[in-house]
Nanobody, 124 residues
């Protein structure tokens, strides 16, 4: 079992940067693939990025590739999402999630553990 708490969201102007953090509890954090998802008002939750359990593999949604970077620190039970060159279309609630699958899943249905989310608002 793992519990997740996101932080780092806020209001930023277009072109700006934010770094989201996700703190995980539990001794088995390093066995989970970790993902970031987001949900904008009136839209479905969508995949943003995933990192494998020991951090050797990452994948990104096309819409954020080259602008966002996912990373993790297993010694601190933390996962991060560095977001640069933010656009108004990035406005959403961002969720951290943990998957026990060995692969790095991009479907929300492959994640059992979710945080409460943190709001990111990008103004134009």
């Amino acid at each position: 079992q793992v519990q997740l708490v996101e932080s780092g969201g806020g209001l930023v102007q277009a072109g700006g940067s934010l770094r989201l953090s996700c703190a995980a509890s539990g001794r088995t954090f390093s066995t989970y693939a970790m993902g970031w998802f987001r949900q904008a008002p009136g839209k479905e939750r969508e995949f943003v990025a995933v990192i494998s359990s020991v951090g050797q593999t990452t994948n990104y949604a096309n819409s954020v590739k080259g602008r966002f970077t996912i990373s993790r620190d297993n010694a601190k039970n933390m996962v991060y999402l560095q977001m640069k060159t933010l656009e108004p279309e990035d406005t959403a609630i961002y969720y951290c999630a943990a998957s026990s699958l060995a692969v790095s899943p991009m479907s929300q249905y492959q994640y059992l553990h979710w945080g409460q989310g943190t709001q990111v608002t990008v103004s134009s």
